[in-house]
């Protein structure tokens, strides 16, 4: 398995455009996290996925923030508009329970 | 939900010296415990990790102690190397998956 894929590796997008964020968790990992990460505030998490269905948002900033998990293979993060604050490293990691988490190599965003 | 404290926030030691990091926690059911490493620009990656029925694991220079009692767990790093300097993170896993604050460690060759 090639792990936990993640694309775009960097977007730079500019304020006010949709950003969409795609990962592709291990096969056979029931468990998706999405995680923001920033100096800042550090490695926050924003929504998690249990075989395929949300389980808990309230990590999600806000409404401009959506995810979905349309099948096991696949989970898209997006943002509409982005905003520069929403800056940072967005990682993925698929989890199969009790075991460690897989995280991607993260999206670097850049919104100016 | 579980909430997971991490200290220090930074730490420096010296080369050779060692170093430690605590992680508490509030879910009495929580039952892994692992530890990751970033580095500048990667992604965190495990290092150890512990599970509820076990106090103390080790693996070379670094070890886990858990105290589930205190609700508490620390990653201990003995004879520091320049390699070691990175940020840590604690995590807690029982009906989620929490991360700590973090630790920017920097060894002071």
């Known amino acids: 398995d090639a792990g936990v894929i993640q694309s775009p590796r960097h977007e730079v997008t500019e304020m006010g455009q949709e950003v969409t964020l795609r990962c592709k968790p291990i096969?056979?990992?029931?468990?998706l996290f999405w995680y923001r990460q920033t100096m800042m505030r550090g490695l926050e998490l924003l929504i998690y996925?249990?075989?395929?269905?949300?389980?808990?948002d309230s990590g999600m900033p806000e409404d401009r923030f959506s995810a979905k998990m349309p099948n096991a293979s696949f989970s898209t993060l997006k943002i509409q508009p982005s905003e520069p604050r929403d800056s940072a490293v967005y990682f993925c990691?698929?989890?199969?329970?009790?075991?460690?988490?897989?995280f991607g190599q993260g999206t670097r965003l850049t919104v100016v | 939900g579980e909430n997971v404290e991490q200290h220090p926030s930074t730490l420096s030691v010296q080369e050779g010296d060692s170093a430690v990091i605590k992680c508490t926690y509030s879910?009495?059911?929580?039952?892994?415990f692992p530890w990751y490493k970033q580095e500048l620009g990667k992604r965190p990656q495990l290092i150890i990790d512990?599970?509820?029925?076990?106090g103390e694991k080790k693996d070379q220079r670094i070890a886990v102690t858990l105290n589930k009692t205190a609700k508490h767990f620390s990653l201990h790093i003995t004879e520091t190397q320049p390699e070691d300097s990175a940020v840590y993170f604690c995590?807690?896993?029982?009906?989620?998956?929490?991360f700590g604050t973090g630790t920017s460690l920097t060894v002071i060759p």
């Open positions: 096969s056979g990992h029931d468990y």
């Open positions: 879910d009495s059911a929580s039952n892994y």
């Open positions: 996925f249990n075989n395929n269905v949300p389980i808990d």
């Open positions: 990691a698929s989890i199969m329970v009790g075991t460690e988490a897989f």
């Open positions: 995590a807690v896993f029982g009906n989620q998956f929490y």
């Open positions: 512990i599970r509820s029925n076990v």
